[in-house]
């Protein structure tokens, strides 16, 4: 009988805490993330799934907790080890984050010109393959000021994945775009993770991308997991909460009188 394959946890994170000064951010997070799926970390406004995003990059230091990136823990790391776990994976950013002054190709050849010794012309064979994949072939030499929105979106793609990274994680792909290059951009995510057995962490706040793109879904509200599981499960979920975040149903809160007097005369 033929064993099954057991399916590694490439991300871990266990009972973390955040805070912005006084202000608590993310409230006793667990989550594990599997090899080789996607999964979708959405949530409204101010839901914690940015600052939940930034501290598995590293970049926000959490008040407590821990996050494994490929059984390694990442907290606590000085510079240099936090450094070289970040060159297994690529990151896109929600608005791009391309250098307006540097071309496609000088952008996308940015992360080799930074961790490795390659020759120009290995460079540029790679930047070509990527461009390829993102389907952007021919576009190396134009400047920023002359893509649209999603055209941005797909060479950040293209940086991000320029090392083949084992993990690669996305602000907001869909953000600013019209449906249909939206949908273009779902189905080149997915078939990233077809063809490279790429990990994918996606944040996001549309719900017709999620659904499109998720293994699994991990909703958050006010800086807690509301459920973790597959679209189906997210979809039945009877979770008021959840339920009201797929519906778009505004939350009904009642304010207690004596609070909100406080909370105006800055006397609580």
Same mark, same amino acid.
């Given at each position: 009988?033929?064993?099954?394959?057991? /399916?590694?946890?490439?991300?871990?994170?266990?009972?973390?805490?955040?805070?912005?000064?006084?202000?608590?951010?993310?409230?006793?997070?667990?989550?594990?993330?599997?090899?080789?799926?996607?999964?979708? /970390?959405?949530?409204?406004?101010?839901?914690?799934?940015?600052?939940?995003?930034?501290?598995?990059?590293?970049?926000?230091?959490?008040?407590?907790?821990?996050?494994?990136?490929?059984?390694?823990?990442?907290?606590?790391?000085?510079?240099?080890?936090?450094?070289?776990?970040?060159?297994?994976?690529?990151?896109?950013?929600?608005?791009?984050?391309?250098?307006?002054?540097?071309?496609?190709?000088?952008?996308?050849?940015?992360?080799?010109?930074?961790?490795?010794?390659?020759?120009?012309?290995?460079?540029?064979?790679?930047?070509?393959?990527?461009?390829?994949?993102?389907?952007?072939?021919?576009?190396?030499?134009?400047?920023?000021?002359?893509?649209?929105?999603?055209?941005?979106?797909?060479?950040?793609?293209?940086?991000?994945?320029?090392?083949?990274?084992?993990?690669? =994680?996305?602000?907001?792909?869909?953000?600013?775009?019209?449906?249909?290059?939206?949908?273009?951009?779902?189905?080149?995510?997915?078939?990233?993770?077809?063809?490279?057995?790429?990990?994918?962490?996606?944040?996001?706040?549309?719900?017709?991308?999620? =659904?499109?793109?998720?293994?699994?879904?991990?909703?958050?509200?006010?800086?807690?997991?509301?459920?973790?599981?597959?679209?189906?499960?997210?979809?039945?979920?009877?979770?008021?909460?959840?339920?009201?975040?797929?519906?778009?149903?505004?939350?009904?809160?009642?304010?207690?009188?004596?609070?909100?007097?406080?909370?105006?005369?800055?006397?609580?």
């Amino acid at each position: 009988m033929e064993k099954k394959k057991t /399916i590694s946890e490439v991300i871990k994170v266990r009972d973390l805490v955040s805070h912005y000064g006084e202000r608590q951010i993310l409230n006793d997070i667990n989550l594990t993330i599997k090899q080789g799926e996607v999964m979708v /970390i959405m949530g409204g406004s101010g839901s914690g799934k940015t600052t939940l995003l930034r501290t598995m990059l590293g970049l926000n230091t959490p008040t407590n907790g821990d996050i494994e990136l490929m059984n390694k823990s990442i907290i606590g790391l000085s510079t240099p080890e936090l450094y070289k776990i970040r060159q297994q994976f690529g990151v896109s950013f929600q608005g791009g984050a391309l250098f307006s002054s540097m071309s496609v190709r000088e952008n996308i050849q940015l992360p080799l010109n930074e961790h490795t010794r390659l020759d120009q012309k290995t460079m540029d064979i790679m930047c070509r393959l990527k461009l390829e994949v993102v389907n952007l072939s021919g576009f190396e030499n134009l400047m920023p000021a002359e893509l649209s929105g999603g055209m941005l979106k797909r060479v950040a793609l293209a940086r991000a994945i320029i090392m083949d990274p084992k993990l690669l =994680f996305f602000d907001e792909p869909s953000a600013g775009l019209d449906p249909v290059v939206s949908a273009e951009l779902d189905e080149l995510i997915v078939k990233l993770k077809n063809a490279m057995n790429m990990t994918i962490i996606v944040v996001t706040h549309e719900l017709e991308s999620a =659904f499109r793109i998720a293994d699994r879904i991990t909703v958050l509200d006010q800086g807690s997991v509301l459920i973790t599981g597959t679209v189906d499960e997210v979809k039945n979920c009877e979770n008021e909460r959840v339920q009201n975040l797929l519906n778009r149903r505004p939350r009904n809160e009642n304010v207690d009188a004596d609070e909100y007097l406080k909370r105006l005369t800055g006397s609580m």
